[in-house]
């Protein structure tokens, strides 16, 4: 009777064990994520205390130190976790969409209609300020052919990728017939863009993927319940009332705006909206809210921590965060299609 008790309360109380482990790994993640921006305060091409750093964000050092973290160094750390945290939710809303642990931003071919539209941007001379406009508005043409595309066949997971990588071999190839084409003096800026560089990052760039989050994420957590019906099958989602058309059009737009809004600001940063998604199924669950959060925050920490490594151990030239993901990333995407093929 006592072991049936036990076995009963074990039982009844997994659940909240589950919720309490998740809560602390979504704290845990965000104060990472404070503590490596309160870090990052402190790179740049003259280190400061992490007592000067501080005093500066709250603008009580001298006046010099004030002006580079506020204006400069701050900017670059909230662009880095707001893009990063957009990757993460994008390929959580991806994967669960195709049901396809490959699902991502980037092998959909948004990232390349969102370089595609920069570099075009860049040869026609548009101002700097209005370049994350036009990635912008290359990610959401990428997609409408997708979802075009898509459509005509029959809007299954299969089609969806094999379209995205249509569209991404296609933006692809045409991004670097135009940075061939380019003035020789336009051709830094387009290098720069497509290493996913955060430098030079303003308070408009902030204010800018601040907005697109604002408006993208609250729509994601909405979707999360019946994206987790369509992950089980279509079939037991409209058995379930989920809408599934309309559904997949909702998510692929919420994964679109959260992705292009962050290359709009970084440039093309890989891996993060690939990898962040598994990670956090590793150490969060298959949880809904909570796994989404914990992509976000992941996603947010990697591009953060990217762009501080290609600060710190490149000094004092140092690499575009892109660049690092880029490293990190080949090596886990050739890991996860081994692993995929012995399934």
Same mark, same amino acid.
């Given at each position: 009777?006592?072991?049936?008790?036990?076995?009963?309360?074990?039982?009844?109380?997994?659940?909240?064990?589950?919720?309490?482990?998740?809560?602390?790994?979504?704290?845990?993640?965000?104060?990472?994520?404070?503590?490596?921006? /309160?870090?990052?305060?402190?790179?740049?091409?003259?280190?400061?205390?992490?007592?000067?750093?501080?005093?500066?964000?709250?603008?009580?050092?001298?006046?010099?130190?004030?002006?580079?973290?506020?204006?400069?160094?701050?900017?670059?750390?909230?662009?880095?976790?707001?893009?990063?945290?957009?990757?993460?939710?994008?390929?959580?809303?991806?994967?669960?969409?195709?049901?396809?642990?490959?699902?991502?931003?980037?092998?959909?071919?948004?990232?390349?209609?969102?370089?595609?539209?920069?570099?075009?941007?860049?040869?026609?001379?548009?101002?700097?300020?209005? /370049?994350?406009?036009?990635?912008?508005?290359?990610?959401?043409?990428?997609?409408?052919?997708?979802?075009?595309?898509?459509?005509?066949?029959?809007?299954?997971?299969?089609?969806?990728?094999?379209?995205?990588?249509?569209?991404?071999?296609?933006?692809?190839?045409?991004?670097?017939?135009?940075?061939?084409?380019?003035?020789?003096?336009?051709?830094?800026?387009?290098?720069?863009?497509?290493?996913?560089?955060?430098?030079?990052?303003?308070?408009?760039?902030?204010?800018?993927?601040?907005?697109?989050?604002?408006?993208?994420?609250?729509?994601?957590?909405?979707?999360?319940?019946?994206?987790?019906?369509?992950?089980?099958?279509?079939?037991?989602?409209?058995?379930?009332?989920?809408?599934?058309?309309?559904?997949?059009?909702?998510?692929?737009?919420?994964?679109?705006?959260?992705?292009?809004?962050?290359?709009?600001?970084?440039?093309?940063?890989?891996?993060?909206?690939?990898?962040?998604?598994?990670?956090?199924?590793?150490?969060?669950?298959?949880?809904?809210?909570?796994?989404?959060?914990?992509?976000?925050?992941?996603?947010?920490?990697?591009?953060?921590?990217?762009?501080?490594?290609?600060?710190?151990?490149?000094?004092?030239?140092?690499?575009?965060?892109?660049?690092?993901?880029?490293?990190?990333?080949?090596?886990? /995407?050739?890991? /996860?299609?081994?692993?995929?093929?012995?399934?």
């Amino acid at each position: 009777m006592t072991a049936v008790t036990e076995a009963g309360g074990l039982a009844a109380r997994g659940p909240t064990f589950a919720r309490r482990r998740r809560v602390l790994v979504v704290v845990g993640l965000a104060i990472a994520v404070l503590l490596a921006g /309160l870090y990052a305060l402190t790179l740049g091409s003259s280190d400061l205390s992490w007592i000067d750093a501080a005093a500066a964000l709250i603008g009580a050092g001298e006046s010099g130190a004030v002006f580079v973290v506020r204006g400069l160094r701050l900017p670059r750390i909230l662009v880095a976790v707001a893009a990063g945290a957009g990757l993460g939710a994008s390929g959580t809303l991806l994967q669960g969409l195709l049901r396809n642990p490959l699902g991502s931003p980037d092998v959909m071919g948004v990232t390349a209609g969102a370089s595609l539209a920069a570099v075009l941007a860049i040869g026609a001379e548009v101002r700097p300020l209005l /370049l994350p406009a036009a990635a912008a508005g290359g990610a959401g043409l990428a997609t409408l052919v997708l979802h075009f595309v898509s459509t005509r066949a029959g809007a299954s997971g299969a089609r969806l990728i094999l379209a995205g990588i249509g569209i991404h071999a296609a933006a692809s190839a045409a991004t670097v017939l135009t940075v061939a084409r380019l003035p020789f003096g336009r051709l830094g800026a387009a290098e720069v863009w497509l290493a996913g560089s955060l430098h030079a990052r303003n308070w408009t760039h902030v204010t800018g993927v601040g907005l697109a989050l604002a408006l993208a994420v609250p729509a994601a957590l909405t979707l999360v319940r019946r994206l987790g019906l369509l992950e089980l099958g279509d079939e037991l989602a409209v058995g379930a009332g989920v809408p599934v058309r309309a559904t997949r059009i909702e998510l692929l737009v919420a994964a679109t705006i959260l992705a292009g809004a962050a290359v709009a600001v970084t440039g093309p940063i890989g891996f993060v909206a690939l990898g962040a998604p598994h990670i956090a199924r590793r150490i969060a669950g298959q949880a809904g809210v909570a796994t989404l959060l914990t992509a976000a925050l992941v996603g947010a920490l990697l591009v953060l921590a990217a762009d501080v490594v290609g600060q710190r151990l490149f000094h004092p030239t140092p690499i575009a965060a892109g660049v690092v993901t880029a490293v990190l990333g080949a090596p886990y /995407l050739l890991w /996860l299609l081994h692993r995929w093929g012995r399934r």
